[in-house]
């Protein structure tokens, strides 16, 4: 791999994605961030959309733009900050994984003294975005760190290390009720355990392209769990994910074009286990990435809801 990290060799990144441009010595810390693969923010993004138009609702106002603004540039902000911590504490096990090997610290693109300053630069950006918000929002935020922190560990000692990511990348499904309504009410719970559900379950179609390698390095993960249960085990998981999500909706009295929304949801999980192949890994990386198109259907319904009621 070229020491200056031009090659850009991480298999699922984004071709010809704009990281391509940039000049070569800012390149690695793109790629550290995972700017080269935006469906990582997307995922941690949406479960924030999601509770910021679902509060709106409960609230009996319209959606707020700005907060899905500030959401945004924080969830860009901690997909980078989650991704380098993962790369500094996985940089020997990513040596060893093909997949992987081609990341910035195992490549030998940036230094670990690099990437750890570039760390605190990406969280500084996301304190600014979460000090913006109220008192309980902040605190609600702080409190997301304790799963990001500790799941890169989870993959050395447990099978399951998805339920921490899920503990993580859902946390946004509580932040929009934090963020709007200063508490989280029963529908927000409902949300985020949902919500936790689905990165178990999208998170589970991703692993299906490292089963060999995971097994060879002696990583966990729930494709190697459930072997030739997968497909079960992830319609389980999205079947979860809809009756919370369905719960949810219950409790904040949600109107017609969420339901619409959430229909539209449960059509495209379905479809994913559906055609799913555990042998393809190819086919994995994209119904991995089109559960941004799913999260969007679902927060599309619940944006259309919260300004219907007004109405």
Same mark, same amino acid.
């Given at each position: 791999? /070229?020491?200056?990290?031009?090659?850009?060799?991480?298999? &699922?990144?984004?071709?010809?994605?704009?990281?391509?441009?940039?000049?070569?010595?800012?390149?690695?810390?793109?790629?550290?961030?995972?700017? &080269?693969?935006?469906?990582?923010?997307?995922?941690?993004?949406?479960?924030?959309?999601?509770?910021?138009?679902?509060?709106?609702?409960?609230?009996?106002?319209?959606?707020?733009?700005?907060?899905?603004?500030?959401?945004?540039?924080?969830?860009?902000?901690?997909?980078?900050?989650?991704?380098?911590?993962?790369?500094?504490?996985?940089? @020997?096990? @990513?040596?060893?994984?093909?997949?992987? $090997?081609?990341?910035?610290?195992?490549?030998?693109?940036?230094?670990? /003294?690099?990437?750890?300053?570039?760390?605190?630069?990406?969280?500084?950006?996301?304190?600014?975005?979460?000090?913006?918000?109220?008192?309980?929002?902040?605190?609600?935020?702080?409190?997301?760190?304790?799963?990001?922190?500790?799941?890169?560990?989870?993959?050395?000692?447990?099978?399951?290390?998805?339920?921490?990511?899920?503990?993580?990348?859902?946390?946004?499904?509580?932040?929009?009720?934090?963020?709007?309504?200063? *508490?989280?009410?029963?529908?927000?719970?409902?949300?985020?355990?949902? *919500?936790?559900?689905?990165?178990?379950?999208?998170?589970?179609?991703?692993?299906?392209?490292?089963?060999?390698?995971?097994?060879?390095?002696?990583?966990?993960?729930?494709?190697?769990?459930?072997? &030739?249960?997968?497909?079960?085990?992830?319609?389980? $998981?999205?079947?979860?994910?809809?009756?919370?999500?369905?719960?949810?909706?219950?409790?904040?009295?949600?109107?017609?074009? *969420?339901?619409?929304?959430?229909?539209?949801?449960?059509?495209?999980?379905?479809?994913?286990?559906?055609?799913?192949?555990?042998?393809?890994?190819?086919?994995?990386?994209?119904?991995?990435?089109?559960?941004? @198109?799913?999260?969007?259907?679902?927060?599309?319904?619940?944006?259309? &809801?919260?300004? *219907?009621?007004?109405?």
């Amino acid at each position: 791999m /070229a020491g200056d990290g031009l090659s850009g060799a991480i298999p &699922d990144a984004v071709r010809r994605s704009f990281v391509e441009k940039l000049p070569p010595a800012w390149r690695p810390y793109a790629r550290l961030a995972r700017l &080269d693969r935006p469906i990582g923010w997307w995922l941690l993004l949406l479960p924030c959309w999601w509770s910021a138009a679902l509060a709106a609702r409960l609230a009996g106002d319209l959606p707020s733009l700005p907060l899905f603004a500030l959401f945004l540039i924080g969830a860009v902000a901690m997909r980078g900050a989650g991704s380098t911590w993962n790369d500094i504490t996985d940089r @020997d096990l @990513d040596a060893r994984v093909a997949r992987t $090997m081609g990341r910035p610290l195992p490549s030998g693109a940036v230094s670990v /003294a690099r990437a750890a300053l570039f760390l605190a630069a990406q969280l500084l950006v996301g304190l600014l975005v979460l000090l913006s918000l109220n008192r309980f929002a902040i605190l609600a935020g702080l409190c997301a760190m304790a799963p990001v922190i500790v799941y890169p560990f989870m993959k050395r000692v447990t099978n399951h290390p998805q339920i921490v990511l899920g503990l993580a990348f859902a946390w946004g499904a509580l932040m929009g009720f934090a963020a709007h309504l200063g *508490a989280i009410p029963p529908a927000g719970f409902a949300l985020y355990a949902g *919500a936790i559900l689905w990165v178990i379950g999208y998170d589970t179609i991703y692993a299906l392209q490292d089963i060999e390698d995971d097994a060879i390095v002696g990583i966990g993960s729930t494709a190697r769990a459930y072997g &030739d249960r997968v497909r079960l085990f992830i319609a389980a $998981m999205f079947a979860g994910t809809l009756a919370l999500v369905g719960l949810a909706l219950v409790l904040s009295g949600s109107g017609p074009a *969420a339901w619409l929304g959430l229909a539209a949801f449960a059509v495209h999980l379905g479809w994913q286990v559906a055609i799913l192949r555990r042998e393809d890994a190819a086919q994995a990386l994209r119904l991995f990435r089109a559960n941004r @198109d799913a999260g969007l259907l679902l927060f599309a319904g619940l944006f259309l &809801d919260a300004i *219907a009621q007004r109405f």
